[in-house]
């Protein structure tokens, strides 16, 4: 079974400085990794992703995320918050077999501060 | 850019009523996905669909759920006798093919409340 834990609930940061939102995965196999977000009354929308390669990916807004195979984690980054990102963001893995779902974590809320 | 769109955007029914979510999803998209998030909760995954087929369905979508693709470009899902467990926000996705590195694109999303 694959799964996903994002243990903050909510990040408070101030806006011109760097965020993280920290993102662990549990998965058989090499994991695919996926970053969304939330913004009031909307959907979800895609950020960035991890297949294979580079460690560092980069993704829309700005955002990038750290894959990091030996600590299972898939860390969401921005090196300088807007009050714009405020938003609710989710970590998502698909598995390397034959199924086709996404398994998203619990979400953490990133309120930027101004 | 294309989007996934999603109707109605809020729906209110009477338990025990049928309801139907419409999708419309990206136009050169093979896979089709959806997904509810009930409130508060994180977003859970309920069927994929493939070539007129459901491909990978949850424990959650059992035989008061079904999808259909009724033309080229809709894809549905319907409710058929609803419980109050089914307040949730309904989302569509789709895919331009079904491997795990396939990236899923969502729709704005169907509010539902069950009374």
């Known amino acids: 079974a694959q799964s996903v834990a994002q243990p903050e609930d909510q990040v408070n940061v101030a806006e011109g400085n760097p965020l993280t939102v920290k993102c662990t995965y549990s998965?058989?196999?090499?994991?695919?990794l996926f970053w969304y977000v939330q913004y009031p009354n909307r959907g979800l929308q895609f950020l960035l992703k991890?297949?294979?390669?580079?460690?560092l990916v980069k993704g829309s807004y700005g955002f990038e995320a750290e894959f990091n195979k030996s600590q299972t984690s898939f860390h969401l980054k921005k090196p300088s918050a807007l009050v714009s990102d405020s938003a609710l963001y989710f970590c998502?893995?698909?598995?390397?077999?034959?199924?086709?779902?996404?398994?998203f974590g619990t979400g953490t809320k990133l309120q930027v501060i101004p | 850019e294309p989007e996934v769109t999603q109707t109605p955007s809020h729906q209110v029914t009477q338990m025990g009523q049928e309801v139907i979510l419409r999708c419309v999803p990206i136009?050169?998209?093979?896979?089709f996905y959806w997904y509810r998030q009930i409130l508060g909760q994180k977003v859970e995954f309920l069927v994929s669909?493939?070539?007129?087929?459901?491909?990978?369905k949850s424990e959650i979508f059992d035989d008061q759920f079904s999808v259909e693709r009724p033309d080229g470009s809709n894809f549905t899902l319907k409710i058929r006798s609803t419980k109050l467990e089914d307040s949730a926000m309904y989302f569509c996705?789709?895919?331009?093919?079904?491997?795990?590195?396939?990236?899923?694109?969502f729709g704005p999303g169907t509010r539902l409340l069950v009374l």
């Open positions: 996705a789709s895919s331009k093919a079904g491997g795990p590195r396939e990236t899923q694109y």
């Open positions: 998965v058989s196999g090499n994991p695919y």
């Open positions: 991890y297949i294979t390669g580079d460690n």
């Open positions: 998502a893995v698909r598995g390397p077999g034959g199924y086709q779902k996404v398994t």
């Open positions: 136009s050169n998209h093979l896979y």
């Open positions: 669909f493939y070539n007129n087929e459901i491909s990978e």
